[in-house]
């Protein structure tokens, strides 16, 4: 099976997780478990896990929509919330839309032609959302992060550039399936918001390989299957 993202744990803030679970059990309809500190999101076969934490933390992430759907999937999200931006990325033959969610999170729809193409028609529902895209990974030193995901987990630099903390983007994984790696004060997409350092934890599933890397807020696991 090819690389995918499995499961993503995010701090969020402690006394936001019942907003959060709002936003996406109600406004956006997809299956969630709210526990006491955290709250699961099933997005599609993967797992975005929201964990109670001190402070505002924030992150950028990106949930994938097959790729025959990306408009349907933004008149949905549209009609849940407001759309800060939309956008296409020619050089992966790709589109994009973005969204807060109410931690401030930057949340992406992000569809690649030919990825997860379903064939249906008429309105989009959260059900045909394919899983977790992109899971932003800030940290200083992007160069022997990326190296060391490569050499311990397998996970190829396949896009962007770790040569400089202060410019660099490194997408780490395969296409559609990536995480981004990205240095303390970087802007995020759409809104330029300084990237920051807030614990997160990955499992990438896929292969017959398995390992974990630490990162400077956490760790990158990989797992077979």
């Known amino acids: 099976m090819e690389l995918r993202i499995a499961r ?3 701090a969020a803030p402690r006394d936001g997780l019942d907003a959060l679970g709002r936003f996406y059990a109600g406004a956006l309809a997809l299956d969630c478990r709210q526990e006491r500190d955290a709250l699961t999101v099933m997005v599609g076969p993967a797992e975005l896990v929201f964990v109670a934490g001190d402070g505002a933390p924030f992150h950028h992430f990106a949930l994938l929509v097959p790729g025959d759907r990306f408009d349907a999937a933004r008149d949905w999200l549209g009609a849940a919330t407001e759309v800060l931006d ?4 020619d050089f992966w033959d790709a589109h ?3 969204v807060h969610d109410p931690a401030g999170n930057i949340v992406e729809l992000i569809a690649h032609r030919g990825e997860a193409e379903n064939g249906v028609m ?9 899983g977790i895209s992109e899971v932003g990974i800030v940290g200083p030193d992007l160069a022997a992060a990326a190296a060391a995901l490569e050499g311990e ?12 903390d202060a410019t660099g983007l490194g997408f780490v994984g395969r296409k559609a399936h990536t995480l981004i790696l990205a ?26 390989r ?16």
């Open 183 to 208: 240095g303390p004060g970087r802007g995020w997409l759409p809104t330029g918001r300084p990237a920051e350092v807030h614990p997160v934890a990955v499992t990438i599933a896929g292969g017959d």
């Open 210 to 225: 398995a390992g974990e890397v630490e990162v400077p807020a956490g760790r990158v696991s990989r797992v077979p299957g």
């Open 86 to 89: 939309t956008r296409p990325f």
């Open 8 to 10: 993503a744990e995010l």
């Open 122 to 130: 008429g309105l989009f529902t959260g059900a045909e959302l394919a």
């Open 96 to 98: 994009a839309a973005y």
């Open 153 to 164: 987990l397998g996970l190829p630099l396949w896009s962007g550039s770790v040569d400089d």
